[in-house]
């Protein structure tokens, strides 16, 4: 394709940067053959001009359409080259946070320096299993794809984890050995991947250090073999080591530490068991402190060794090794710090008493004089003789550090070899998997020996993967029928054969190594007199003639000389060795040198060996050859493991992870593009796409190619045969057919050509989508003119009718106006001659008036001065009249007194004379007289007084004795009396005061009066003041009765939802339980399975030995309900094997199941401390709201709406009071209204007193209606109130009379009483609801202690005890059984006596009365007369009760018929749903009605233990699992049917109800029976699960339901499944399908209908959590159009649902988060608006859901826009608060807890019939 064609106008290209490395630009300019330059424009605007080189003329990359950024694969990008994967790498980890992205067949890992949730065991299941192209990239995809392809092809795998310090390698290579022991398991139970695992903290201890580039860098290449038997479970493990880094003990650079062992020592040194190690801080130690960075940030040492420490338990390394182990590394601490000084030029000395080499020697057992010698001395031997030599104080400095990097080499030889002997198993290993952690290409600005050796390494894997490359390229090739052509690639075998071959570097190395005088400059001439004209890889640097330069496959590398030598020969003095081989004191030292040669040449640790192979010893006579000829320098070892290493990685099956380190400072998700660059020409990726780009490197099939497009075809061009089609089509397409192949099912493409296509594919897009907006244009164009010129005729009509209007409008008005003038002037007119005529009329009235007043005063003054005149003369005659009579009238006294004074005295002058006197006693001689008759009278009355005195005086003694007791008591009364004298003197004093208060109160009362007459002035103020504050009172009264109707109804809300809240919590916990009872109950089955699988296992490997064998109690008849165990009557001949498999297994199965009934343990006390904290938050709650309640219903609203009350009565009294003090005033004169005393100032007076004090009273009540008012919201959440009262106090706000009062309060009364009651009601019904829940849960948490204690009992005993405990257990059982039976015998045989003898009496009489009716009835001629004849007599049909008999030896048949034979396909579907469950239960009945127990238990027993072997037996069929789980439950209901119980009798009819069981209580059965339909519930759950596994990822997201709308995007070396349906691809209507197949098989086998909604519920769980996890880890499963499929899909489902009406089973909310996830998909993703909507919707999905949704979302097309960062931190921004599981993944092996609701059968028991096609005709109907 012509250049020209590619580089047009806007075409996007890339150039180098020396910033950046590759910047983007923009054509501003077309190309044309012979430009010289490029004229581009950069991102930030700027124009440039990009000059070509007039060498090569090559132009600048292309870059790849964006609908390609972002690949998971590289090679599925068009343009293969450097920029295009840089630019993919960047945007993938910077802008979507994915670490991991495939190059062909190597997985690159970027470090991202930061803790991501993608490693849990919830993603290790997802990746289980799955294809490697069919889930994003991920070490465990590749980790899956080796495992699948061992157990496969039968290969072993290799993995090579490669990278330079800080990228990773070891945490990849620690994940992938994660993933292998969580997904194979071990093939005993030794927990032999724990051990693997705990190998990795031990070697990081040993063999890691912080570097400047990594805070945990592996400072050595390991390999560690995987061993799997023949069923790919792990067995054992090896490891092997590469090139430990020895100088690191001696020597650390700036920021660097030395092996984190020797730091964890030094932070662990005040512990008690090391104190003996003499250690302090690890700034105290040479070793330690070099680097001056001992602390790592984050790292805490000292919990680092306890794990260290555990690793080294767990691998079988006990305490005291363990000690041994420190004590060497603390000797090694302390030899460092030993001093050595000058003693001359040529010698050294230690001085005397070193306490670090005193400390030295005394942890590794040697003498201080033999050490301190031999660290300043040397012994030279001759052929002859030999020589002590002494040191000069550098050369023994380094002879000292040689021995500390010696020892430590040897210490992590020996831990490398227990390492393995801990992971070896005896196991015959059927295939390994290996995992290489090395280092990968090194160059830094000094270079050495390391260097080399790391960089020889990566040269020999880089072939190896070259060639596997190019051998993978060649077999696609071949298998599509290609013409295959040679691809050149780079092949370094030169720069291998310079480093290895003969004469090469190491050859060379090696010779001057055995030279007497050989040196490092001598050795560099050699390299470059050999090497430098010869080889072109091989060149000198200019400068220097002690270093030289090798090109290394991905770069040129300079290598300094100095060092080369001594680092090779590795020498150490062998007189130190043979020193600490002499230790008696230190068995751990000897057994470290052991194997030590006498002229040593270690390397510490021999490569390739893994601490396994050692050098040979040779015996005494062989040493007196030469040293020399048995060592071997470390390039040779090296070199020679190296090769080993090869031949190991050649022989397996690679799979290649290359780490990138994406910056040197550890920030997190930061991209440095320079440094990606040279690690990715290093690692080989760019290679890798070279080799690619070289050949065709995109691949379509023709179906993806046609449904890609499809769009640049027309319709004559498609044709039946796809692949035809494909070719026509890319023939128009494209000219050169060199640019692609058609291979067998595929097309390849050359590089480009896929851009190419994309390119015309969008060009056509964007002409087709020109085209529809020209015509939706035009149309609307079109639309609008009609709109507007219909709008445009439709306002002129309206306009020319509105004038026409305007203008009649207008002559009416003028007429009307008219005719009002003529009118309007005639009343003005009219008007005014009215008013004149009534004025003149008025004048004269007036006038009139006037003088006929004045004529009337007139007459009138003179009728009354005559008036006057007449009274006045009157009065002075009267006063003239009067005058007179008073002086006659005294005229006359006058006369009358003089007379009478005259009158006296003649009468006193009489008085005194003799015969006045006389007169006088004339008449008392008469009176004499007569006195003295009377005195004889007296005294005849006097005799008979004496005589009645006489009889008198005996009654005068008694009538004294009275009166003396009367006059006592009257003594009392008259000291009362004395004392209210002093009473009232003290009441009189009183009056005197009263009489003078009363003359102040007169005083004041004048005063008052005074004031009274102010005051009155302000009344009127006062009264309207009284009417505002009533106003304001009332309003008051109105704000608190609304405020406490809002309130009363936000209560009670709130206390709706407080209630609903707590039920839910309640039933959550109740869920909770149940799940965790079931998880249990599945647990011990496994057990159980695994327990019966290893006893079979046994006994068909061991010779079962004869004799009589007792089976354990614990799994008798009787305690079957608990144990759940199979009756070990059949399999009594593997008995003895039983035992066997219980003591061979007991060391390893002992310890998982105590660690699992710990476990246990600790779940049931959480659980029972978490049900006492819901127990007393309960009783809590409940007592806080009864006080409340109290409180509110008894106070607060009855004196609220009295108070109410009060306030409406009291206006009513003021305003009474208002009405009668204003008519008092106004009813009185003026002058005397306001005087004191008067009616009117009295009446005031007291009101206003009263209004004052009423004021007052009122303030106080909203005062306190107001602090209730602030204490009812405070307990708004805990109070409960009652609406209505507020109601009815409205309502009586409104009454205006007291007695309508009076009946409002009566019947308020009676309102509260009747809410209180439905209140009380309510609280009874919530409380029986929370007892009965609450009874529920402790029904499960008793049945949990159960398990949990019969779990430790059979577990925590050995077999022998176990046995004992058993067979003790059953003999007491059985006598407690033994002596209720002989108590129950003797009743019964009581009871039958006395049947007997009643029995005997009745048959007597019975035979009497019939022997009287047969003589009665029967003449003596029909006896011998009349013949008898035959009769027919028809046989009475017999009235079944239910119940089947059988003989006990056939329960064996019936259970083998019934349950062991039965087939659900075959006999079974066309008989009565449960017909098994009936059967049994009819069996049961006759059972108990004959009272045999024993039939009864056995009957039980059998048949669980049938169910169970049959559904083990045939565990995956799920027609045979849902048919027994239908009968299990039925046989459940009628256990439960017909116990008796009246909870359960009232649905029955009174037939069915004589059918109940008579004798025995089976509710502990029961509860066995629920506890293995909850076994086999969930085992058909799990069936089930692993139908639908496999469809539910194709069917809902890979399948295209809707054609067209999401079109295939270009993919990569690892194809995905096509969304396109080919033939065995599951669909949809698969799912459908199979769904419906499930229900219709449960209706079928009569499952209950509330069963058959938990299955469904759970179905669709699966479905929605599997298409979610999946769509969470497929990149380009998360895109527009596929959001659309997904919502498609689901309503497909609920279609299903609505179909089988279960849209009330809860199927639906489950589905919820897969549905906002597609949701999530579709809407808008650009606004804050936008994130807010996104916020709102997800609700159903988790934070870490939601933003990785938003990373992995995709564009299809080109249209489609990407969510940008910034967006993405917006969301996680608003989700910050939400408290959520920060999970990724919904865990699909979750279970909802299954529940049985009793569902009684209208089944008639006696009806029921057998069929014969059962096999069951020795049961008999009773």
């Given amino acids: 394709m012509a250049a020209s064609e590619l580089y047009t106008k806007c075409a996007r290209v890339w150039i180098p940067d020396a910033e950046e490395v590759w910047k983007s630009a923009e054509l501003i300019k077309d190309y044309k053959n012979g430009d010289a330059s490029l004229q581009l424009m950069l991102e930030d605007g700027k124009s440039i001009e990009h000059t070509l080189d007039p060498k090569t003329k090559n132009l600048p990359y292309l870059r790849n359409p964006d609908i390609l ?270 001093e050595i000084k000058d003693r001359d030029s040529d010698s050294s000395v230690i001085p005397p008493n070193n306490c670090h080499l005193m400390a030295f020697c005394e942890l590794v057992g040697v003498t201080y004089q033999d050490m301190s010698q031999w660290l300043c001395h040397r012994k030279l031997k001759t052929a002859t003789e030999t020589y002590v030599k002494t040191l000069p104080r550098l050369q023994a400095t380094n002879a000292r550090d040689a021995l500390s990097k010696h020892i430590y080499a040897k210490l992590f030889n020996w831990i490398v070899e227990h390492v393995n ?86 050859d060379l190395l090696d010779e001057e190594c055995k030279m007497p005088k050989g040196s490092d400059d001598s050795w560099a001439q050699k390299l470059y007199n050999t090497h430098l004209k010869t080889c072109s890889l091989f060149e000198k640097p200019r400068m220097s003639n002690r270093a030289f330069i090798i090109q290394h496959f991905a770069d040129k590398v300079e290598y300094q000389c100095e060092g080369f030598l001594a680092k090779n020969k590795d020498t150490v003095n062998e007189e130190q060795i043979n020193v600490l081989k002499a230790s008696k004191k230190f068995n751990l030292l000897v057994e470290l040198f052991h194997d030590e040669e006498k002229a040593t040449s270690p390397t510490g640790q021999v490569p390739g060996t893994g601490g396994r192979t050692r050098l040979s010893i040779k015996p005494d006579k062989s040493r007196e050859k030469s040293s020399k000829e048995h060592k071997k320098t470390v390039g040779c070892q090296f070199r020679n493991s190296l090769q080993m290493l090869m031949e190991t990685l050649n022989a397996t099956t690679p799979h290649y992870v290359r780490c990138i380190k994406p910056n040197d400072f550890k920030m997190a998700f930061t991209f440095d593009p320079k440094r990606a660059v040279q690690q990715l020409r290093a690692c080989g990726v760019l290679e890798t796409i070279r080799i690619s780009a070289a050949g065709f490197p995109s691949r379509w099939t023709y179906q993806e190619f046609f449904s890609r497009y499809r769009v640049l075809m027309k319709q004559k061009d498609v044709l039946p045969d796809k692949k035809l089609t494909c070719r026509n089509v890319l023939e128009k397409l494209v000219q050169d057919q060199d640019k692609y192949q058609f291979g067998k099912t595929k097309i390849f493409f050359r590089a480009g050509q896929v851009a190419y296509l994309e390119k015309l594919r969008a060009d056509k897009l964007r002409a087709a989508c020109i085209r529809i907006q020209k015509t939706i244009r035009c149309w609307l164009a079109r639309k609008k003119y009609l709109r507007k010129r219909s709008a445009a005729i439709t306002i002129q009509r309206f306009t020319r009718g509105y004038q026409a209007r305007c203008l009649v409008k207008f002559m009416r008005r003028t007429q009307a106006a008219t005719i009002i003038q003529k009118y309007r002037r005639m009343y003005v007119e009219k008007k005014r001659y009215r008013q004149k005529q009534a004025a003149a009329l008025a004048m004269q009235t007036i006038l009139r008036a006037y003088i006929a007043r004045q004529k009337y005063q007139s007459l009138l003054r003179e009728h009354k001065v005559v008036i006057i005149q007449k009274r006045v003369r009157g009065w002075l005659a009267r006063c003239w009249y009067k005058r007179c009579l008073i002086a006659i009238v005294y005229l006359q006294c006058c006369i009358r007194r003089m007379r009478a004074r005259r009158e006296l005295k003649k009468l006193k002058i009489e008085a005194r004379s003799v015969e006045h006197f006389k007169k006088l006693n004339k008449g008392m001689e008469n009176k004499i007289m007569q006195l003295q008759r009377r005195i004889d009278e007296q005294t005849r009355e006097n005799k008979s007084v004496n005589e009645k005195l006489v009889g008198l005086e005996s009654s005068y003694t008694v009538e004294s004795e009275r009166l003396r007791g009367e006059l006592n008591r009257l003594r009392g009364v008259e000291e009362q009396a004395k004392n209210k004298t002093n009473q009232v003197t003290s009441l009189l004093e009183e009056l005197e005061k009263l009489k003078k208060e009363l003359s102040v109160t007169q005083q004041e009362k004048k005063t008052i009066e005074d004031w009274a007459h102010n005051y009155r002035d302000e009344m009127e103020k006062m009264v309207s003041e009284l009417k505002e504050q009533n106003g304001t009172l009332k309003k008051d009264k109105d704000d608190l009765n609304r405020l406490i109707q809002e309130q009363s109804q936000q209560m009670t809300e709130k206390m709706a939802r407080a209630i609903v809240q707590e039920t839910q919590q309640l039933e959550t916990d109740l869920n909770e339980e149940r799940s965790r009872y079931q998880n249990l109950l599945t647990e011990h089955l496994r057990l159980e399975e695994k327990y019966d699988d290893l006893k079979e296992a046994m006994a068909s490997s061991n010779v079962s030995k004869p004799g009589h064998r007792r089976t354990d109690s614990t799994h008798s008849s009787n305690e079957s309900e608990y144990t759940y165990n199979s009756e070990y009557a059949e399999l009594e001949e593997g008995s003895r094997a039983a035992e066997d498999v219980t003591r061979g297994i007991d060391t390893s199965l002992t310890l998982k199941l105590q660690k699992r009934l710990t476990e246990l343990e600790q779940e049931k006390q959480s659980l029972r401390n978490e049900l006492e904290n819901k127990e007393e938050q309960f009783q809590r709650a409940r007592a806080r709201d009864d006080a409340e309640f109290k409180k509110a219903r008894g106070a607060e609203l009855e004196y609220e709406s009295l108070k109410r009350q009060e306030l409406e009565s009291e206006n009513k009294k003021l305003k009474h009071n208002l009405v009668e003090m204003r008519q008092s005033l106004l009813g009185n004169a003026a002058a005397s209204s306001g005087a004191p005393g008067s009616p009117a100032y009295k009446v005031l007076l007291e009101q206003l007193n009263s209004a004052c004090e009423e004021l007052d009273v009122r303030k106080e009540e909203v005062l306190i209606l107001r602090s209730q008012l602030v204490s009812q919201k405070e307990a708004m959440h805990h109070k409960e109130t009652m609406t209505e009262p507020s109601v009815y106090a409205e309502d009586v706000s409104k009454l205006k009379d007291a007695d309508e009062l009076k009946q409002a309060c009566i019947g308020l009364k009676d309102t509260n009483r009747l809410l209180e009651h439905q209140l009380q009601t309510q609280r009874r019904t919530y409380d029986s609801e929370v007892e009965a829940l609450r009874g529920e849960l402790q029904n499960v948490k008793e049945e949990n202690n159960r398990q949990q204690q019969l779990l430790a009992q059979n577990l925590q005993l050995p077999p022998e005890a176990r046995i004992e405990a058993s067979l003790q257990h059953e003999i007491t059982r059985l006598t407690n059984e033994n002596l209720d039976l002989m108590e129950q015998l003797e009743k019964q045989d009581r009871t039958i006596r006395k049947l007997k003898k009643q029995l005997k009496v009745y048959s007597k009489r019975i035979g009497e009365m019939g022997a009287g009716q047969t003589e009665g009835q029967t003449s003596p001629g029909q006896m011998v007369d009349e013949p008898i004849h035959p009769v027919n007599i028809p046989r009475r049909e017999k009235d079944f009760q239910g119940m089947l008999e059988y003989k006990k030896e056939d329960e064996l048949k019936l259970v083998k018929n ?365």
């Fill in 69 to 338: 950024v972002g690949e998971n694969d590289l090679t599925a990008l068009s343009y293969l080259h450097e920029p295009a994967v840089l630019h993919n790498l960047k945007v993938r980890f910077v802008d979507s946070k994915l670490i991991y992205t495939y190059c062909g067949i190597v997985l690159v890992a970027i470090n991202p320096y930061e803790t991501l949730p993608i490693y849990g065991s919830d993603i290790i299941n997802a990746y289980s299993g799955q294809n490697m192209g069919d889930m994003d990239p991920h070490i465990f995809a590749v980790a899956e794809e080796a495992y699948k392809q061992m157990a496969r092809d039968e290969r072993n795998q290799s993995i090579i984890v490669s990278g330079e310090s800080g990228a990773g390698k070891t945490v990849s290579a620690k994940y992938a050995m994660r993933y292998f022991a969580t997904v194979s398991g071990s093939a005993s139970e030794a927990n032999v991947e724990e051990k693997v695992l705990a190998s990795n903290p031990i070697m990081e201890a040993i063999g890691n250090a912080k570097t400047t580039r990594n805070d945990n860098s592996s400072r050595f290449g390991k390999y560690i073999e995987i061993g799997f038997d023949n069923r790919y479970r792990i067995i054992g493990a090896n490891m092997r080591t590469y090139l430990l880094e020895k100088s690191r003990v001696v020597f650390q650079a700036d920021e660097e530490r030395n092996y984190h062992i020797f730091y964890q020592l030094c932070a662990s040194s005040h512990l008690p068991e090391l104190k003996n190690l003499k250690l302090s801080s690890a700034n105290d130690f040479l070793y330690t402190r070099q680097g001056r960075s001992p602390v790592i940030i984050g790292v805490d040492d000292t919990k680092e060794l306890c794990t260290t420490r555990n690793a080294f338990t767990l691998l079988g390394i006990n305490e005291s090794y363990q000690m041994g182990l420190f004590q060497v590394l603390a000797a090694i601490l302390h030899l460092g710090n030993v």
């Fill in 421 to 506: 002997k801990a992971l070896i198993t005896n196991v015959k290993q059927h295939s390994f998997i290996g995992v290489l952690d090395i280092y990968g290409f090194e160059t830094f600005e000094i270079n050495s020996f390391e260097q080399f050796c790391i960089n020889y390494a990566n040269e020999k894997l880089q072939q190896q993967f070259n060639m596997h490359v190019f051998k993978l390229e060649q077999e696609e090739y071949m298998k599509e029928q290609i013409p295959w052509t040679l691809i050149d690639f780079y092949d370094n075998q030169p720069c291998i054969n310079l480093i290895e071959a003969k004469m090469g570097i190491l």
């Fill in 1458 to 1822: 019934l349950i062991l034979e039965l087939k659900p396909r075959g006999v079974a579907v066309n008989l009565i749903p449960g017909l098994p469950a009936y059967i049994l239960f009819m069996c049961l009945r006759h059972a108990d009605y004959v009272n045999d127990d024993q039939k009864v238990r056995t009957l039980l027993t059998s048949t669980i233990n049938s169910i169970k072997k049959i559904l083990k037996k045939r565990g995956d069929d799920f027609e045979t699992v849902s048919f027994w789980l239908a009968n299990t439950c039925r046989f459940l209901h009628c256990l439960k049917q017909y116990s008796g119980d009246e909870a359960f009798m009232k649905h029955n009819t009174s037939r069915q109800n004589e059918h109940c069981l008579s004798n025995f209580d089976l509710a502990e059965y029961r509860q066995v029976i629920s506890d293995l339909a909850i076994q086999i519930y969930q085992q058909l759950i799990k069936c089930m699960e692993n139908i639908l596994q496999p469809m539910i990822v194709s069917g809902m997201l890979e399948h295209e339901t809707i054609q067209g709308v999401s079109g295939v995007k270009p993919t990569g070396l690892r194809k995905r499944t096509s969304s396109i349906a080919d033939e065995g691809t599951y669909t949809l209507d698969s799912i459908l399908r199979q769904l419906s197949a499930f229900h219709s098989t449960m209706c079928q086998h009569g499952t209950d209908p509330e069963l058959i909604k938990q299955v469904v519920k759970q179905q669709f769980y699966i479905i929605g959590a599997v298409t979610l996890n999946n769509l969470l880890l497929r990149k380009d499963m998360c895109s527009w159009s596929k959001g659309m499929q997904i919502r498609y899909n689901v309503s497909q489902l609920e279609e299903w649902l609505r179909d089988k009406g279960l849209m009330v089973c809860g199927a639906k909310e489950t589905l919820e988060p897969l549905i906002q996830a597609a949701q999530l998909l579709q809407v808008k993703k650009k606004t804050d608006e936008d994130a807010e909507a996104i916020c709102s919707m997800c609700q159903a999905l988790t934070t870490a859901q939601i933003v990785k949704v938003l990373n992995l979302y995709t564009p299809v097309n080109e249209f489609e826009e990407r969510v940008s960062v910034a967006f993405i931190r917006t969301i996680q921004t608003r989700l910050r608060d939400r408290c959520e599981s920060p999970q990724l993944l919904m865990d699909t092996k979750m279970i909802y807890p299954v529940t049985f609701p009793f569902s009684p059968s209208s089944l008639a028991l006696e009806t029921i019939q057998i069929p014969s096609s059962l096999n069951l005709a020795f049961l008999t109907r009773v």
